[in-house]
T-cell receptor, first 114, second 112 residues
Framework: SAVISQKPSRDICQRGTSLTIQCQVD?????MFWYRQQPGQSLTLIAT?????????ESGFVIDKFPISRPNLTFSTLTVSNMSPEDSSIYLC???????????FGSGTRLTVV | KQEVTQIPAALSVPEGENLVLNCSFT??????LQWFRQDPGKGLTSLLL?????REQTSGRLNASLDKSSGRSTLYIAASQPGDSATYLC???????????FGTGTRLKVLA
């Protein structure tokens, strides 16, 4: 299975600023996913990022707030823009090498907005 | 629309007990089901994955079963230890949806 390095592991940010989260995969993967996990909640899919195409956003998430880049098959970034305290969450990236093998997740980014 | 529910939401047991976590899904046409463990503030670690054609999977003290027709999966943890304390999540994948749907999670605490 793939190994994912996610950075930063945690951050405390001022409201109104932006944070970019990076995910680096040790092998080439077509599909990458970005999730948000609000305190005490399960995971909510923000968007699917496929190399060579625009990210596909789920209902309730927009590109202006969560721009995503996917420059190659091993790397992706998620930016949380113009942050407010409601954006305080764990953000997770995941990949699929083959649907028969399921998801592999990064270690998560714990974001606190003050 | 697939919905995934986990019961109980939280569980506290003394060390050494065998325990069962439940996962229910509304659409039985799944491709596979994956169980994860999440430590506080961390990412998800895959524990077991069951294909739709399988009935169960085992890894060490963990055993996951799948009954597709009834829309249920269980995660059995034998001889629980304090190190098993974490949140356990199940997720289901249906062909052509290109994403897993996650359950609500069970927060487990094993008391020493």
């Amino acid at each position: 299975s793939a190994v994912i390095s996610q950075k930063p592991s945690r951050d405390i940010c001022q409201r109104g600023t932006s944070l970019t989260i990076q995910c680096q995969v040790d092998s080439q993967v077509t599909m990458m996913f970005w999730y948000r996990q609000q305190p005490g909640q399960s995971l909510t899919l923000i968007a699917t990022a496929n190399q060579g195409s625009e990210a596909t956003y789920e209902s309730g998430f927009v590109i202006d707030k969560f721009p995503i880049s996917r420059p190659n098959l091993t790397f992706s970034t998620l930016t949380v823009s113009n942050m407010s305290p409601e954006d305080s969450s764990i953000y997770l990236c995941s990949v699929v090498v083959d649907w028969s093998y399921g998801y592999t997740f990064g270690s998560g980014t714990r974001l606190t907005v003050v | 629309k697939q919905e995934v529910t986990q019961i109980p939401a939280a569980l506290s047991v003394p060390e050494g007990e065998n325990l069962v976590l439940n996962c229910s899904f509304t659409d039985s046409a799944i491709y596979n089901l994956q169980w994860f463990r999440q430590d506080p503030g961390k990412g998800l670690t895959s524990l077991l994955l069951i294909q739709s054609s399988q009935r169960e999977q085992t890894s060490g003290r963990l055993n996951a079963s799948l009954d597709k027709s009834s829309g249920r999966s269980t995660l059995y943890i034998a001889a629980s230890q304090p190190g098993d304390s974490a949140t356990y999540l199940c997720a289901v994948y249906s062909s052509g949806t290109y994403k897993y749907i996650f359950g609500t999670g069970t927060r487990l605490k094993v008391l020493a």
